[in-house]
């Protein structure tokens, strides 16, 4: 069976700062690897999706992931933290007809 | 496109109650899912389909039923309500299978008292 673990529950910036968010998954095949966002009160948006092509993924909004197999991660990251990237950030691991969510971090944006 | 629309938006339930979660897509997507979202614990696979006539159990099918006589169309059948199905609900579709861009619903906050 499949996983996900999201590292950190809750982290918190400064406008202007760098974003990890962490996320290692477990997978017997070679997984699609996803990062959804969700707004307060909103649906789910996604932000990237890793396919086994390039292993550096560009998303929007400024975000990209790297899928390293080695260290079963697929970490987000974004230079420069905005305001509007409060929200909850979910990694996500597929095989063929079963996805699997993460529990979610909740990005914190200080001015 | 209206994209996936869920109904209702809203529900409050008594224990022991039944009542079906609606969900549509126009996009002619053949992969169609439920999931639920709980705190601290993301979203857990409910049921999903890879077609019409086609379901199968994701990781927390108990309690509930699903059907998919059509590609457009796929409830969500709670059959005995229960306080612990207190959630929020989204439905998804995609055009290939879960590998692929997931369309979420907006979602149904469901309480069961």
């Known amino acids: 069976a499949q996983s996900v673990t999201q590292l950190d529950s809750h982290v918190s910036v400064s406008e202007g700062t760098p974003v990890l968010l962490r996320c290692n998954y477990s997978?017997?095949?070679?997984?699609?690897l996803f990062w959804y966002v969700q707004h307060p009160n909103k649906g789910l948006q996604l932000l990237l999706k890793?396919?086994?092509?390039?292993?550096l993924v560009k998303g929007i909004n400024g975000f990209e992931a790297e899928f390293k197999k080695s260290e079963t991660s697929f970490h987000l990251t974004k230079p420069s933290a905005h305001m509007s990237d409060a929200a909850e950030y979910f990694c996500v691991v597929s095989d063929y007809s079963d996805m699997r969510f993460g529990a979610g971090t909740r990005l914190t944006v200080k001015p | 496109n209206a994209g996936v629309t869920q109904t209702p938006k809203f529900q409050v339930l008594k224990t022991g109650q039944s009542m079906t979660l609606q969900c549509a897509q126009d996009?002619?997507?053949?992969?169609m899912s439920w999931y639920r979202q709980d705190p601290g614990m993301g979203l857990r696979l409910i049921h999903y389909s890879v077609g019409a006539g086609i379901t199968d159990q994701g990781e927390v099918p108990n309690g509930y039923n699903v059907s998919r006589s059509t590609t457009e169309d796929f409830p969500l059948r709670l059959l005995s309500a229960a306080p612990s199905q207190t959630s929020v609900y989204f439905c998804?579709?995609?055009?290939?299978?879960?590998?692929?861009?997931?369309?979420f619903g907006p979602g149904t906050r469901l309480t069961v008292t």
């Open positions: 998804a579709s995609s055009s290939g299978t879960s590998g692929g861009k997931q369309y």
């Open positions: 890793y396919t086994s092509a390039a292993t």
């Open positions: 996009m002619n997507h053949e992969y």
């Open positions: 997978s017997s095949y070679s997984p699609s």
